[in-house]
């Protein structure tokens, strides 16, 4: 292998790796505050990329329908618990309005928007935004819906919720999306050459945007009063709601986050490869192993596991290109073994 | 709750044995084929999970190991299917065993997240290596045989299947009712508990890991032979997450779960998958929906699976009754259980010179002096935040000292951890009670008891521990009659009162025949009356010629209890005396109270 292979493959690990670092990063922050281990991430990815595709062919995104749906889901889940405890305070009218506006209101809206304006002809940060405006919220309503009613299960059960949701996120993707793949037009056609290495625009927007979203998440969490509480909540839940700090609050602005993240990863890699309902799982599960190589606890730590992950699948895909995804897998194997014996002593349940 | 059921649950599983011999059309024999081999993986789960308190996504990985290693011996190399039985046993547990061991010291999650890794991987590795045929996989797998007879048909694997699954039940339920049975049920408790009974608690989660992946390993075996041809397909992670959701569903933490799990699953999935389409039209994989909702709504509604609602009906009807009985008469043997010889009245046992802990920059305790005689009762006791549990965790093992030396009978102990701490003959009781709540206060109590038997896993499951098993149920019910529970042998211990709780915890203490015990705050939160029993249990012990650390921070408790008291303030020692000086110490006064400026 030559100079310019090992550095293609090195552009194109970090870029990769920059993807799943922020998919590391969406997975540390949703278990801190909640203690989900945020299965559906993937789904986040596929419907993104499928739902960005879908503007630029000027079809209508169909997700939009799965919002609707959701809304009104969340919206009788809200109000069969304000009428539950009907008994012990009254009716919490101003919360149920909101619920009304959020649950209700809101995903029409973005209805009428889908098929008033003419998506095809805007910029692409446009139609990833208003991408992101249909799944932020759709994260959000999944954690109200599903994980809300019971935040204070076990770890065990949070994560079997998750997988049913995520069975039932990858029913609904095939439903919607079909089992067709797409890709998405490319952010730009620009490319340089950096010394003998070929550096390509894509791959130069990919790291920026994971750049600058891992820079603003380090901001948010570290220097803004709403992050500190979210980082209390993730030390210790009941503390948090003893200070005031409502930790259901927490774990819907976590989802947000997340379900954001995922949608920007599965825009970022959407240009590049064909991106299917069932894409995201695979690639969110890299994200994990990413994750677990940062202990599920630490930013950096996971930031840094991302980029070996990356560099590791893209110099296996030169060399073992059939045991690509064997290799990065078993790569948790050693990875754990070294926290075991570095670890003190077991932790306590 | 872990009372009897049992006639509900062999009906069930007679049922299951009559099936076959009706009149039923093929199609119901193949999905009885399925849910025997679903039932088995499930039943390993329940194990791992339930009782055990593990995690594991990566069942269908092993299953996937088992059904492989025969498949290639039996059609590349020709060997016999049963060599493939035993081989694949012994590649599904070295597996097994291997990520145990890097995954049980660290904290919970991390298993079913490294299962999850090792799951796709291996699914990745069955689809992509060459001698495994790749993703078509491995076909024209040869039929079952015994001494000639032919086992190829479904009905007559139907058979097989379920003698597997009622074998494995068998194993799974002796081992449960027995010596290491009850350090694996311990094991849910975390780690502090189990160790302090002496059980290793990291080679029970790997032993509970290698006996769920070898039933899964059974299961691939029986699947390969069933089915006669294999695939990746059915070894990849949503297998895996299936098989966790039968668990789950059926109701985690009970062994008659596993397969109330698999039957509801199996027909469900294949209801859904006739009806669905006829409902909803063939364009989507709607059977996924409903099934990843119907999990949620399942968990919402009960988090524990059906089986507990199954048998509290069923209870309604049939009184349950208790499971566990203790031998009437001491059994044979019961006199040559070894018992550690008791030192003399007024000797030194426990010794504690200098000993300092530090946490970073804070001293919780700093060079505390104090000593114990054989049948002496001593408190110690200091305002909230003295230092009085950091420095009982130092004496039981569970932190090391920073510096000093902590001796008991003469040997140190201060760097040794609990496990070995408690081998030397000191019993503990826990703040927090630790118990195990649905078990019996028989059951809890004979955990204390880990250390007087022997009997190997192993042996259990074959049932040859029952001599020992009774010796250490008849201990654990003279102990009972001891501190005075025996009224409540078989109720489970959760529903006790808590000064009960306390004193069950000293019984199961009594267990593991200390020379010491030491008792953390076992007054805390009781009543009067549960005070007053207690402190006759104490003065009780006392009388037996048992050695006593109480720590406490109750004054009134410890006055008319204790022979000498060592106070604490700051993480040092204040004052030491009778407990008459002690009430009349200045410096005690104003720790207690607040001194003058």
């Given at each position: 292998?030559?100079?310019?292979?090992?550095?293609?493959?090195?552009?194109?690990?970090?870029?990769n790796?920059?993807v799943?670092a922020?998919?590391?990063m969406?997975?540390?922050l949703?278990?801190?505050?909640?203690?989900?281990?945020?299965l559906?991430?993937?789904e986040?990815?596929?419907f993104?990329?499928?739902t960005?595709?879908?503007l630029?062919?000027?079809?209508?995104?169909?997700?939009?329908?799965?919002?609707?749906?959701?809304?009104v889901?969340?919206?009788?889940?809200?109000?069969g618990?304000?009428?539950?405890?009907r008994r012990?305070?009254?009716?919490?009218r101003?919360?149920l309005?909101w619920?009304?506006?959020?649950?209700l209101?809101?995903?029409?809206?973005?209805?009428?928007?889908?098929?008033?304006?003419?998506?095809?002809?805007m910029?692409?940060?446009?139609?990833?935004l208003?991408?992101?405006?249909?799944?932020?919220?759709?994260?959000?309503?999944?954690?109200r819906?599903?994980?809300?009613?019971?935040a204070?299960?076990s770890v065990?059960?949070?994560?079997?919720v998750?997988v049913?949701?995520?069975?039932?996120m990858l029913?609904?993707?095939?439903?919607?999306?079909?089992p067709e793949?797409?890709?998405?037009?490319?952010?730009?056609?620009?490319?340089?050459?950096?010394?003998?290495m070929?550096?390509?625009?894509?791959?130069?927007v990919?790291?920026?945007?994971?750049?600058?979203?891992?820079?603003?998440?380090?901001?948010?969490?570290d220097?803004?009063?709403?992050g500190k509480?979210?980082r209390?909540?993730?030390?210790n839940?009941?503390?948090?709601?003893?200070?005031?700090?409502?930790t259901?609050?927490?774990?819907?602005?976590?989802?947000?986050?997340?379900?954001?993240?995922?949608?920007?990863a599965?825009?970022?890699?959407?240009?590049?490869?064909?991106v299917?309902?069932?894409?995201?799982?695979?690639?969110?599960?890299?994200?994990f192993?990413?994750?677990?190589?940062?202990?599920?606890a630490?930013?950096?730590?996971?930031?840094?596991?991302?980029l070996?992950v990356g560099l590791?699948?893209?110099y296996?895909?030169?060399?073992?290109?059939?045991?690509?995804?064997?290799?990065?897998f078993?790569?948790i194997i050693?990875?754990?073994?070294?926290?075991?014996?570095?670890?003190?002593?077991?932790?306590?349940? | 709750?872990?009372?009897?059921t049992?006639k509900l649950q062999?009906?069930?599983?007679?049922?299951?044995?009559?099936?076959?011999?009706?009149?039923?059309?093929?199609?119901w024999i193949?999905?009885?084929?399925y849910?025997?081999?679903?039932?088995i993986v499930?039943?390993?789960?329940?194990?791992?999970?339930g009782i055990?308190?593990?995690?594991?996504?990566?069942?269908?990985?092993?299953?996937?190991l088992g059904?492989?290693?025969?498949?290639?011996l039996?059609t590349?190399?020709g060997?016999s299917?049963?060599?493939?039985?035993?081989?694949?046993?012994?590649?599904?547990?070295?597996?097994?065993?291997?990520?145990?061991?890097?995954?049980?010291?660290l904290?919970?999650?991390?298993?079913?997240?490294?299962?999850?890794?090792?799951?796709?991987?291996?699914?990745y590795?069955?689809g992509?290596?060459e001698?495994?045929?790749?993703?078509?996989?491995?076909?024209?797998?040869?039929?079952?045989?015994?001494f000639?007879?032919?086992?190829?048909?479904?009905r007559?694997?139907?058979?097989?299947?379920?003698?597997?699954?009622?074998?494995?039940?068998?194993?799974?339920?002796?081992l449960?009712?027995?010596?290491p049975?009850?350090?694996i049920?311990a094991l849910?408790k975390?780690k502090?508990?189990?160790?302090?009974?002496?059980?290793?608690t990291a080679?029970?989660k790997i032993?509970?890991?290698?006996?769920?992946?070898?039933m899964?390993s059974?299961?691939?075996?029986?699947?390969a032979h069933?089915?006669?041809?294999?695939?990746a397909?059915?070894?990849?992670?949503?297998?895996?997450?299936?098989y966790?959701?039968?668990?789950?569903?059926?109701?985690?933490?009970?062994?008659?779960?596993a397969?109330l799990?698999?039957?509801?699953m199996?027909?469900?999935?294949?209801q859904?998958?006739?009806?669905?389409?006829?409902l909803?039209?063939?364009?989507?994989?709607?059977?996924?929906?409903?099934?990843?909702?119907?999990?949620v709504?399942l968990l919402l509604?009960s988090?524990?699976?059906l089986w507990p609602?199954?048998?509290?009906?069923?209870?309604?009807?049939?009184?349950?009754?208790?499971e566990?009985?203790?031998?009437?008469?001491a059994?044979?043997?019961?006199?040559d259980?070894?018992?550690?010889?008791?030192?003399?009245?007024?000797a030194?046992?426990?010794?504690?010179?200098d000993?300092r802990k530090?946490?970073?920059?804070?001293v919780a305790?700093?060079?505390?002096?104090?000593e114990?005689?054989?049948g002496e009762?001593v408190?110690?006791i200091g305002p909230?935040?003295?230092?009085?549990?950091?420095?009982f965790?130092?004496?039981?093992?569970?932190?090391?000292?920073?510096?000093?030396e902590?001796?008991?009978?003469?040997e140190?102990i201060d760097?040794?951890?609990?496990?070995?701490i408690?081998?030397?003959?000191?019993?503990?009781?826990?703040q927090h009670?630790?118990?195990?709540?649905h078990l019996?206060?028989?059951?809890?109590?004979a955990?204390?008891?880990?250390?007087r038997?022997?009997?190997?896993?192993?042996?259990?499951?074959?049932r040859?521990?029952?001599h020992?098993?009774?010796r250490?149920?008849?201990?654990?019910?003279?102990?009972i009659?001891r501190?005075?529970?025996?009224e409540h042998?078989?109720?489970?211990?959760?529903s006790?009162?808590?000064?009960q709780?306390?004193?069950?915890e000293?019984?199961?203490?009594?267990c593991?025949?200390?020379?010491?015990?030491?008792l953390d705050e076992?007054?805390?939160g009781?009543?009067l009356k549960?005070k007053?029993?207690?402190?006759?249990?104490?003065?009780?012990?006392?009388?037996?010629?048992m050695?006593?650390?109480?720590v406490?921070?109750?004054m009134?408790?410890?006055?008319g209890?204790?022979d000498r008291?060592?106070?604490?303030?700051f993480?040092?020692?204040?004052?030491?005396?009778?407990?008459?000086?002690?009430?009349?110490?200045?410096?005690v006064?104003?720790?207690?109270l607040g001194?003058?400026?």
């Open positions: 292998m030559d100079f310019g292979i090992f550095a293609v493959l090195a552009q194109d690990g970090v870029t790796g920059a799943y922020l998919l590391a969406a997975l540390v949703v278990f801190s505050v909640t203690r989900i281990i945020f559906p991430q993937g986040f990815i596929g993104g990329a499928l960005v595709a879908a630029q062919s000027s079809q209508f995104p169909k997700l939009i329908w799965l919002l609707i749906g959701i809304g889901l969340t919206f009788l889940v809200e109000l618990s304000a009428l539950r405890q012990y305070k009254p009716l919490p101003r919360l309005m619920s009304v506006i959020e649950n209101i809101y995903p029409q809206f973005i209805w009428l928007l889908a098929h008033s304006l003419d998506w095809q002809g910029p692409m940060a446009v139609q990833i208003f991408t992101l405006a249909i799944t932020v919220p759709l994260g959000i309503m999944i954690y819906v599903a994980f809300q009613p019971m204070e299960a065990l059960v949070l994560l079997i998750s049913g949701v995520h069975f039932a029913g609904m993707g095939l439903f919607i999306f079909g793949g797409s890709t998405t037009h490319a952010f730009t056609e620009w490319s340089t050459a950096l010394g003998e070929p550096v390509s625009g894509q791959s130069v990919v790291m920026a945007v994971a750049g600058s979203l891992i820079g603003l998440l380090y901001l948010f969490f220097r803004t009063l709403y509480a979210l209390a909540t993730a030390v839940r009941k503390g948090a709601q003893l200070v005031g700090i409502g259901s609050q927490a774990g819907r602005m976590a989802f947000g986050l997340a379900a954001g993240l995922g949608t920007l599965g825009t970022l890699i959407a240009p590049l490869n064909t299917g309902y069932d894409t995201g799982f695979v690639v969110a599960l890299k994200g192993v990413a994750a677990i190589v940062g202990g599920l630490s930013y950096p730590l996971a930031a840094a596991g991302a070996l590791l699948e893209s296996s895909s030169y060399w073992a290109s059939a045991y690509k995804e064997v290799i990065v078993t790569l050693p990875v754990l073994a070294w926290r075991s014996l570095t670890s003190g002593h077991g932790d306590e349940e | 709750m872990k009372m009897s049992k062999w009906l069930m599983f007679g049922w299951f044995f009559v099936f076959p011999f009706l009149p039923v059309p093929g199609y193949t999905i009885g084929n849910i025997g081999l679903y039932s499930a039943l390993g789960l329940v194990l791992l999970t055990g308190g593990l995690t594991s996504f990566g069942q269908a990985a092993f299953v996937g059904a492989y290693t025969t498949a290639y039996s590349t190399l060997w299917p049963w060599v493939g039985l035993g081989a694949g046993l012994v590649v599904s547990g070295l597996a097994a065993a291997l990520i145990g061991s890097v995954t049980v010291r904290s919970g999650h991390f298993l079913p997240l490294a299962t999850i890794a090792w799951g796709l991987s291996l699914y590795l069955f992509t290596i001698f495994l045929g790749k993703y078509d996989g491995l076909s024209g797998i040869p039929a079952l045989s015994v000639g007879i032919d086992l190829s048909s479904p007559v694997m139907y058979g097989v299947i379920w003698l597997c699954l009622g074998g494995c039940l068998m194993l799974v339920l002796n449960l009712n027995s010596r049975g009850r350090a049920r849910a975390g502090t508990m189990p160790e302090a009974m002496g059980i290793h080679q029970y032993l509970i890991f290698v006996l769920a992946a070898l899964a059974l299961s691939g075996w029986l699947y069933l089915q006669r041809s294999v695939s397909t059915p070894f990849g992670l949503h297998m895996g997450i299936e966790l959701f039968m668990a789950v569903v059926g109701g985690v933490g009970h062994v008659w779960g397969i799990g698999a039957v509801v199996t027909g469900m999935k294949s859904l998958q006739d009806l669905l389409p006829l909803l039209g063939s364009n989507g994989n709607f059977e996924i929906v409903v099934f990843g909702v119907m999990i709504l509604w988090r524990d699976g609602w199954v048998a509290g009906v069923w209870a309604k009807f049939h009184p349950p009754e208790p566990v009985v203790a031998p009437a008469i059994p044979d043997g019961y006199s259980l070894p018992r550690r010889a008791r030192p003399q009245a007024g030194l046992i426990l010794e504690v010179s000993a530090q946490f970073g920059g804070l305790v700093k060079d505390m002096a104090f114990i005689r054989a009762v408190g110690l909230n935040g003295a230092g009085k549990s950091t420095m965790n130092l004496v039981t093992g569970v932190l090391p000292a920073t510096s000093g902590i001796r008991f009978c003469g140190r760097q040794l951890d609990s496990r070995h408690v081998r030397m003959g000191i019993g503990r009781s826990f009670v630790h118990l195990i709540p019996s206060v028989l059951e809890n109590v955990m204390g008891a880990h250390l038997g022997r009997s190997s896993p192993l042996a259990a499951a074959l040859l521990d029952r020992e098993e009774a250490l149920l008849f201990l654990a019910a003279e102990q009659r501190v005075g529970l025996e042998m078989h109720t489970p211990a959760g006790l009162a808590l000064g709780q306390r004193i069950l000293i019984a199961r203490a009594l593991t025949d200390p020379t010491l015990l030491l076992p007054a805390a009781l009543r549960e007053e029993a207690l402190a006759d249990l104490i003065r009780q012990l006392k009388g037996e010629g050695s006593v650390l109480l406490e921070h109750d009134d408790f410890v006055m209890l204790t008291l060592v106070v604490m303030e993480g040092s020692k204040i004052a030491e005396g009778l407990p008459a000086e002690i009430q009349n110490n200045e410096a006064l104003a720790a207690y001194g003058v400026e």
